[in-house]
């Protein structure tokens, strides 16, 4: 499956760029990464998106827009036809779907986008999926509410936009845009990912990359490298059809969890993998690692918590060293998943690795009918 990834704003690129770089070589799942900002310095600073497809925009504007979402919108309307056909000169006729990028609580993304999906849902007939940042509580205090030192706050807002008291009225702005437009939109939540005291200008780096490293686990399945026998290869289809937008917008959450185990891989890393050999994995020991890494993405951290029994449509993932994928494991897993979240669909693949010392699973959980989260973003004051 090949992904268009679009990253509007400050985060939506710097998570694009985080992408990009997780993605590996035999298995390409990003067709085209973009990276589309107000800020110059902000793309200036993208390692992996190529310089071509990172486009400043804006003309007068040098600095983002600094949260001020009316403004955000208005760029948005002005500048979409720029930015789409920049979009038209990289390959989106050879794309599954677009992968739109964004933090939801700032301006340029949050106002871009909402235009953005508008626009390729007119000229393409391809899913649009966006992928939102939710923000940190932190973010909202100003020195006013939280009673910090005029000096503290002024350096943490220097430190890349720390203090951004518009972030959850901005968020549930942008979200309300973008419902009805968007085939479906994973969220992740920063808040529930930082740690106690930690500013998200500190972690954001950790936190792009595991979400980097959740969504590669889930689209890189989707492309094979030669020489991968998978039983089961998931497609662009299966993911249509767990984020499925008949009923309006869906809304998604990724669990992930892995772990790591012994290989003895002298001959399979390099070698072609055209020679069956016996395999020295004990039967015991590939089921319970497999067992254990469903239940870590079951019961770990998702990347928006919501009850699993609220989860309307799954995908699970099993990947990692071929010789580990036992399909009783993989078949018993899905089971779980199956009986631990409401699932009236359950879609499942595997992606062997031969290259890895790790087994991990990766759930797609859609169709999550109430977030607590989310709830409580939609009761903020505003
Ligand atoms: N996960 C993650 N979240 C981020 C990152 N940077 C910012 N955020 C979140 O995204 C929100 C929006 O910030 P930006 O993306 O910088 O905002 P923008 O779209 O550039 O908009 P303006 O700067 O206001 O023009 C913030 O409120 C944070 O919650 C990042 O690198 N990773
Ligand atoms: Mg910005």
């Known amino acids: 499956m090949q992904l268009e990834v679009i990253g509007v704003g400050g985060a939506g690129c710097r998570i694009a760029d985080a992408i990009l770089e997780r993605e590996s070589e035999q298995r390409r799942f990003v067709g085209d990464a973009f990276a589309f900002d107000t800020d110059a310095e902000s793309t200036a600073a993208l390692e992996a998106i190529p310089e071509q497809h990172c486009h400043w925009f804006g003309d007068t504007i040098d600095e983002g827009l600094n949260g001020n979402l009316d403004r955000g919108f208005e760029v948005g309307e002005e500048y979409v036809d720029e930015l789409g056909r920049i979009l038209d000169e990289g390959r989106p006729s050879l794309a599954d779907a677009f992968f739109l990028?964004?933090?939801?609580?700032?301006?340029?993304g949050g106002g871009v986008v909402p235009h953005l999906i508008s626009r390729l849902q007119s000229v393409y007939d391809k899913p649009v999926y966006v992928l939102a940042a939710l923000p940190a509580k932190s973010e909202l205090r100003t020195d006013e509410t939280a009673g910090i030192d005029r000096q503290a706050t002024a350096d943490s807002a220097a430190g890349v936009g720390e203090a951004r008291p518009m972030a959850e009225e901005n968020t549930v702005r942008t979200l309300k845009r973008i419902d009805g437009l968007a085939d479906a939109v994973i969220c992740f939540d920063n808040e529930a990912w930082l740690h106690t005291d930690e500013k998200l200008a500190d972690a954001r780096d950790r936190l792009n990359r595991g979400l980097a490293t959740r969504l590669e686990a889930l689209f890189g399945a989707s492309a094979a490298a030669e020489g991968d026998v998978a039983e089961t290869v998931i497609d662009a289809s299966d993911v249509a059809r767990i984020l499925d937008a008949t009923d309006g917008t869906t809304t998604a959450t990724l669990g992930y969890g892995a772990q790591t185990v012994e290989t003895d891989d002298g001959g399979?890393?390099?070698?072609?993998?055209?020679?069956?050999?016996?395999?020295?994995?004990?039967?015991t020991e590939a089921v319970s690692a497999v067992e254990t890494t469903v239940n870590k993405a079951l019961h770990g951290k998702l990347t928006l918590e919501c009850d699993l029994e609220d989860v309307n449509r799954t995908m699970v993932v099993v990947g990692g060293p071929p010789d580990w994928l036992n399909r009783k494991g993989i078949a018993d897993g899905r089971q779980t998943v199956q009986s631990e979240t409401g699932s009236a669909q359950l879609l499942g693949g595997d992606a062997p690795r031969p290259d890895s010392d790790e087994v991990y699973t990766v759930l797609l959980l859609a169709g999550i009918e109430a977030s607590d989260r989310l709830a409580s973003l939609w009761r903020s004051p505003r």
């Open 268 to 283: 399979s890393r390099f070698g072609l993998g055209l020679i069956p050999t016996e395999s020295s994995v004990d039967t």
């Open 101 to 108: 990028v964004v933090g939801s609580g700032g301006a340029t």
